[in-house]
Structure formats: structure tokens, C-alpha cells
């Protein structure tokens, strides 16, 4: 009996890490100082753990800085826990943009193809909105991505920036509230 004890308590201690990352829907919800709503639409919501923003590189004009975000999807009922790494370029803000440009329609385009913020996601884990794990983790190895502004992406990344250094990256849209 002390040997069933034993042998059950150790594989207690062995699965408690592997379910210790699990999260769920009322998790997120429920906790607003640790999981940041950042953002929000029709088909789905982002959110930003305060406690995995990490600064990689801090060298003005660039920066790097790590991350994890659930993207909860309503349309297919998961959730979806990202590993983000996110580049900063200064040089290509919009801001800077704004005094390099000559047009507003100049302006337009290369903000919208460029507003100095890639990212990587790095690891992806989908649950289910109990927290249960429904595939992965799944290791990527992809270039950077430019997101577009607005997406679920760009606006993590702001946040990310913006909870590292008290300042915006970018010019916030009336949409951010952080």
C-alpha cells in the first residue's frame, strides 16, 4: 500500500507541470490584471499575459520583445495560446513615416505595408474553452511577419511595447485602451 502510495503521488508530481499551462475561457475573463484584453471583434477576442512580457533587446531604434497571447476564436470554439517574439524598428514608426513622407497617399501606403512591427509566433498550443488541450504544442520555425494594423497581432505587439517602456510604439487608435 505505502508502495502504491508512493508510485501514485509521483505521477501526481510528474502531470502537474504538463497541466500547470492549461487556461481556459472564464480564466482569461476572470482575471483582468494578469490576462489583458487588447483585442476584440465579432469573431473573436486577444489577450496579453502580463506576467510573460519579456524585453529581448533593447537597442534604439530596434527592439525585441517576447510575449504570450491567447486568441480565443468563437467561430470554432478554442483557444489558442501564442508564443510571440515581436521586432520593433523606430526608423519605420508612424511617426517617422509621417515626417518622411510627402503625401497623405505616400503615407497610407507605406503604413500600411510597413508601420515597423514584425513578429514571430513561436509556439502555438489550441484548448478548448475548458482549458483542455486540444493540439499541440506546435513548434514553428517561420520568417517574421509584418501584421496589419488593427489585428490581433499589431495590437499585442503595442501592448507588449507599451507595458515594457510606459510609451507607444505607435500612434493609438481610439480603439486602445491601455
Request: overall charge positive; charged content about 15%.
Amino acid at each position: 500500500v505505502i508502495y502504491m502510495t508512493k508510485l501514485l503521488l509521483l505521477v501526481l508530481f510528474i502531470l502537474i507541470p504538463l497541466t500547470s499551462n492549461a487556461i481556459s475561457l472564464n480564466e482569461l475573463r476572470n482575471n483582468p490584471t494578469k490576462y489583458k484584453l487588447v483585442y476584440s471583434d465579432s469573431s473573436g477576442d486577444q489577450y496579453v499575459d502580463n506576467d510573460t512580457i519579456n524585453v529581448i533587446r533593447y537597442a534604439p531604434p530596434y527592439y525585441v520583445i517576447s510575449s504570450t497571447s491567447y486568441l480565443v476564436s468563437y467561430e470554432y470554439n478554442v483557444l489558442s495560446e501564442l508564443h510571440n517574439t515581436y521586432f520593433y524598428d523606430y526608423n519605420n514608426n508612424i511617426s517617422t513615416l509621417l515626417e518622411k513622407t510627402r503625401s497623405e497617399q505616400e503615407f497610407g501606403s507605406q503604413v500600411t505595408q510597413y508601420a515597423g512591427i514584425k513578429y514571430i509566433t513561436n509556439k502555438i498550443t489550441i484548448f478548448n474553452y475548458n482549458g483542455k488541450v486540444y493540439q499541440g504544442p506546435i513548434l514553428r520555425n517561420e520568417s517574421a511577419k509584418i501584421p496589419k494594423i488593427l489585428s490581433p497581432a499589431y495590437e499585442s505587439a503595442m501592448y507588449s511595447f507599451y507595458k515594457s517602456y510606459n510609451t507607444y510604439f505607435n500612434i493609438p487608435s481610439k480603439i486602445q485602451k491601455f
